[in-house]
T-cell receptor, first 113, second 116 residues
Framework: SQQGEEDPQALSIQEGENATMNCSYKTSINNLQWYRQNSGRGLVHLILIRSNEREKHSGRLRVTLDTSKKSSSLLITASRAADTASYFCATEDRAGNNRKLIWGLGTSLAVNP | NAGVTQTPKFQVLKTGQSMTLQCAQDMNHNSMYWYRQDPGMGLRLIYYSASEGTTDKGEVPNGYNVSRLNKREFSLRLESAAPSQTSVYFC???????????????FGSGTRLTVV
């Protein structure tokens, strides 16, 4: 069952600009995770934010979580061509549910040189 | 430290043939997962194994079987392949719950399967 919904579905920006992607979900969660997938490759874990956290940083990545709105955003600052990829959010629900993740459909980001 | 290794990377099967997708991780993770990824459908969980000796169905288990051979290896078997099983298959593993800082999944590079 699909829980996360990323917005926008596709985003095209110029190198150096910031990219913001949003994720909405439906149930109470333990944590929310963001992953990157380069074309034809596996997914790479970027960052995990727990339900009691509101903001987290990792290098050029900034993730926010608003549990009252059941939404999260991923900001990539000073984007580079190498950031071109699909970005997925995934949630682990509060029930624990054997630690399965529920995935969104992803945002396709194109960073133009 | 290789992470999660999947084999084969590509496979073409005829309808009705069987095959096993192999997955191994060297990170001492307890939990392992098999997903399929289809355009417009996102990642869907086929089967998972919370620990050695246990397996459970995910969202789309029909047509598949799994074996958790030991802590390192988790294989996915298609007994009689169908065109609807054409997809990209990913294996993933995760650090055991309660051990250190919670972290995300580690994914293999995928198996691209075409059933004709």
């Amino acid at each position: 069952s699909q829980q996360g919904e990323e917005d926008p579905q596709a985003l095209s920006i110029q190198e150096g600009e910031n990219a913001t992607m949003n994720c909405s979900y439906k149930t109470s969660i333990n944590n929310l995770q963001w992953y990157r997938q380069n074309s034809g490759r596996g997914l790479v874990h970027l960052i995990l934010i727990r339900s009691n956290e509101r903001e987290k940083h990792s290098g050029r990545l900034r993730v926010t979580l608003d549990t009252s709105k059941k939404s999260s955003s991923l900001l990539i600052t000073a984007s580079r061509a190498a950031d071109t990829a699909s970005y997925f959010c995934a949630t682990e629900d509060r029930a624990g549910n054997n630690r399965k993740l529920i995935w969104g459909l992803g945002t396709s980001l194109a960073v133009n040189p | 430290n290789a992470g999660v290794t999947q084999t084969p990377k590509f496979q073409v099967l005829k309808t009705g043939q069987s095959m096993t997708l192999q997955c191994a991780q060297d990170m001492n993770h307890n939990s392992m997962y098999w997903y399929r990824q289809d355009p417009g459908m996102g990642l869907r969980l086929i089967y998972y194994s919370a620990s050695e000796g246990t397996t459970d169905k995910g969202e789309v288990p029909n047509g598949y079987n799994v074996s958790r051979l030991n802590k390192r290896e988790f294989s996915l078997r298609l007994e009689s392949a169908a065109p609807s099983q054409t997809s990209v298959y990913f294996c993933a593993s995760r650090v055991p719950k309660g051990q250190g800082v919670p972290d995300g999944y580690t994914f293999g590079s995928g198996t691209r399967l075409t059933v004709v």
